[in-house]
């Protein structure tokens, strides 16, 4: 079964991602709250799939994904942005994130990014 890991700073967000992904049929191994620990448990658990919130509290996503791809070129991290932050999307494609998707966004949006990067 592949591993995900949710990252956002709202609980319930991180919720609703995870409950997407084991629906999906894959195993959430973490969630976290902030960037810095996202890169803490990333090394640790070395996940599938990420799923990365841009604004956090402690790291950014963007430095957090930065830091993840820096030491794990082949990560597959996909970033969630609310509306109004897409400037920073180009940045993190260039660090190597895969894909990008802005809230609020419908699950099989999600699911279709999902399934392009795991097949």
Same mark, same amino acid.
């Given at each position: ?47 599938? @799939?990420?799923?990365? %919130? @841009? ?18 070129? %082949? ?17 993190? @494609?260039?660090?190597?994130?895969? %894909? ?20």
């Amino acid at each position: 079964m592949p591993t995900v890991m949710v990252v956002d700073d709202a609980l319930f967000m991180r919720s609703f991602i995870s409950k997407l992904f084991e629906e999906w049929g894959f195993t959430v191994v973490a969630q976290a709250s902030n960037g810095k620990k996202a890169v803490a448990l990333f090394k640790e658990l070395q996940p599938d @799939l990420i799923t990365m %919130d @841009l604004t956090m509290p402690v790291m950014t996503g963007l430095e957090a994904s930065k830091r993840i791809m820096d030491e794990f070129p %082949d990560a597959k991290i996909i970033m969630i942005t609310a509306l109004g932050q897409q400037r920073h999307i180009k940045e993190a @494609l260039g660090y190597g994130v895969k %894909d990008f998707i802005v809230k609020p966004f419908k699950p099989e949006e999600l699911k279709q990014i999902v399934d392009t990067l795991c097949s």
